[in-house]
C-alpha cells in the first residue's frame, strides 16, 4: 500500500534552524537544542529551538576557533608549576630554523624559557617575550582557580575528593540521598592510628563526665539528664541507672571512689565496699572536682571552692574552710605535686599552696572563660573560650605563658595521653562540636572527632582507651590502635 505524502524538494535552499525567526518576530540565531527534543518528547510545530545535534567543529569554523582555543587553554592550566623550564618539541623546533614570530605565537601555546629565547633572532625577541608573558598571565590565572584543600565537593579524576573540614549534616539521621557522591564525610572521626569501639546513647541529655576507676570493668558517665549510668565494659550495656535528683555537673574518680557533683551536694561512692555519701556543698551547681594531700575539692557555681578533709572511716569526708576569691564560678581544677590550679568564668588561673590552702599566684591573660587545665610534665596547658590554648613554665617563681595556639572556636575541655607509639597527644573539644588531637609539643594535627553537638566531657583510661560524651548523650569509646594496624577514615 503506498502513502501520499508531499515530497520536498532535493534541492531546496538550506535553511539553517540557526537562522529561524524568534517568537516575537524579527530574526535572531538560535543557539539552544530544544531539551525536550534531545529527551525525543517536543510536540511543538514551530519550535523556537534546534531540533538538530549543534554543528561539530569541522561544519562551525568558529566554534572550531573556540573549541581548539580552549583545548589550548586547559593543556596550558598544567604547566604552572614548572612554568620556567617546559618547553614543547614545537617551540625547540621552531627556535632552531628561527621561524617567524608570529607564526611561532599561532603554531605554540608553550613556555618558552629564557635559555629558548637566547636562541631567537634579534628581530623576535619582542615577540618571544610576547609570547612568554602571555602564557605566564594564562599559568598564573590557572593557578587561582585550583581550588584549595578546604574547597568541598571537588572533583580529581571524575571522583569526590572529600574535605576534611566537615561531617555530613545527614549522616546522624541516616537520610543522606548522595551516598558516595556526598561532598561531606560520612565518618564520625578523621585520622589515622585510632578507631571507634563502640557508641552507647541512654543518656537524654548532655554528658558532663565519664570515668573508668582504677582496676574496675564498669565505666561510669553523668549528665545534664540528672543520672549516673553504669555500663559494662565488656557488653556495652547499662547495667544501673543512679537518679542524682539535680543536673550533674561532673564525675570525678579517685582510687575506689566515684564523685558525682550536682546543685549543692557531692554524692560518693566507694565501689569496693558500696559505701554511699551525700556531701553537702551549698553553693550551687559542683561543676569540676579534685583530689590532693589527702582533701577533695569542689569548684562551685558562685565561685567557691569547697574543702573536704580526711576523716573517720564512719564518716570519712570532713567539711573544712573553703576557698575564696574567684568572682565567678570556678569550672575547672587540678591538682599537680604541692599546688592546686583553678580556672574559672571570671577569665583567671588561680594557684593555691595545698599546705597552707593559700592563693599564692592569679594568671590573668585569659580573655574569657577558663574552662579546662591539665598538667604535662613542668607545664599547665589551659584553655578557655576566647578560642587559646596556653602553655605555662615557670620562670623565676612565676608561672608565664610560653607558647599559645589559636582556634576557630571556643574551647571546652581538654585531655592528654599517649597513642600506641608512646607519643604525647593533646585532645581539646571546641564549640565546633569537634574533638581536635594534637601532638605535643608540635601541635601538629593527628586527627578529629565528630558530634552531633557539642562535647561536653572527653576522658583519657587505660590501654589506649578514650571516650568523649556529646550534647545528645552519646558517649563513645575510642582507642589507640597497634602501628602495624592502622586504621582511619577518608
Not at 32 to 56: E, M, Q, S
Not at 89 to 111: D, E, F, L, Y
Not at 253 to 270: C, D, H, M, R, Y
Amino acid at each position: 500500500m503506498a502513502f501520499n505524502g508531499v515530497k520536498r524538494p532535493a534541492n531546496r535552499s538550506e535553511v539553517s534552524v540557526y537562522s529561524q525567526p524568534g517568537r516575537g518576530g524579527g530574526g535572531f540565531q538560535q543557539t539552544k537544542v530544544c531539551r525536550y527534543f534531545k529527551r525525543g518528547d517536543c510536540t511543538r510545530i514551530n519550535c523556537t529551538f534546534l531540533h538538530i545535534v549543534a554543528p561539530t567543529p569541522l561544519t562551525n569554523p568558529r566554534r572550531a576557533l573556540a573549541t581548539t582555543k580552549a583545548t589550548r587553554d586547559h593543556a596550558q592550566s598544567f604547566k604552572w608549576k614548572n612554568n620556567e623550564s617546559i618547553l614543547t618539541q614545537k617551540s625547540k623546533m621552531a627556535a632552531s630554523k628561527r621561524i617567524p614570530s608570529q607564526q611561532s605565537i599561532a603554531t605554540t601555546n608553550s613556555i618558552v624559557t629564557p635559555g629558548s629565547m637566547s636562541q631567537q633572532s634579534p628581530a623576535n625577541e619582542q615577540s618571544v617575550a610576547t609570547q612568554k608573558s602571555i602564557a605566564i598571565q594564562k599559568a598564573n590565572a590557572t593557578q587561582q582557580s585550583i581550588p584549595t584543600q578546604k574547597s568541598i565537593g571537588t572533583q580529581q579524576n571524575n571522583a569526590i575528593v572529600k574535605p576534611l573540614e566537615n561531617v555530613c549534616n545527614f549522616l546522624a539521621t541516616g537520610k543522606c540521598m548522595k551516598g558516595d557522591r556526598c561532598p561531606c564525610l560520612h565518618s564520625w572521626f578523621h585520622g589515622d592510628g585510632f578507631s571507634l569501639l563502640a557508641q552507647l546513647q541512654d543518656h537524654k541529655k548532655m554528658v558532663t563526665g565519664i570515668v573508668l576507676p582504677e582496676g574496675s570493668s564498669k565505666l561510669y558517665s553523668t549528665s545534664k539528664d540528672g543520672t549516673v549510668r553504669v555500663w559494662d565494659c565488656h557488653t556495652g550495656h547499662c547495667g544501673s541507672v543512679l537518679n542524682l535528683g539535680g543536673e550533674a555537673g561532673c564525675l570525678f574518680s579517685k582510687g575506689p571512689w566515684v564523685f558525682a557533683g550536682a546543685p549543692n551536694v557531692v554524692e560518693a561512692w566507694n565501689i569496693q565496699t558500696n559505701a554511699e555519701f551525700s556531701l553537702s556543698a551549698p553553693a550551687g551547681q559542683v561543676h569540676a572536682m579534685e583530689v590532693g594531700n589527702e582533701m577533695l575539692f569542689a569548684g562551685t557555681q558562685e565561685g567557691i571552692i569547697v574543702v573536704w578533709t580526711d576523716g573517720p572511716e564512719d564518716n570519712p569526708f570532713q567539711l573544712a574552710a573553703p576557698l575564696e576569691g574567684h568572682t565567678g564560678a570556678v569550672l575547672c581544677l587540678k591538682v599537680e605535686a604541692d599546688r592546686l590550679y583553678s580556672g574559672s568564668v571570671d577569665h583567671t588561673i588561680r594557684v593555691w599552696a595545698l599546705n597552707t590552702l593559700q592563693c599564692i599566684m592569679t594568671l590573668d591573660t585569659h580573655s574569657d572563660a577558663v574552662t579546662s587545665l591539665i598538667c604535662w610534665g613542668q607545664f599547665l596547658i589551659s584553655c578557655s573560650l576566647d578560642c587559646t590554648i596556653k602553655v605555662w613554665a615557670e620562670k623565676g617563681g612565676n608561672l608565664e605563658a610560653t607558647y599559645t595556639h589559636t582556634q576557630e572556636h571556643g574551647l571546652l575541655g581538654l585531655s592528654g595521653m599517649t597513642d600506641a607509639e608512646a607519643k604525647p597527644v593533646l585532645l581539646c573539644s571546641c564549640k565546633d562540636n569537634y574533638v581536635w588531637l594534637y601532638e605535643l609539643p608540635s601541635f601538629a594535627e593527628r586527627g578529629r572527632l565528630f558530634a552531633k553537638e557539642e562535647v561536653g566531657a572527653i576522658q583519657v583510661g587505660p590501654g589506649g582507651l578514650f571516650f568523649s560524651g556529646d550534647g545528645t548523650g552519646r558517649l563513645s569509646v575510642w582507642k589507640w590502635v597497634e602501628p602495624g594496624l592502622k586504621v582511619g577514615s577518608s
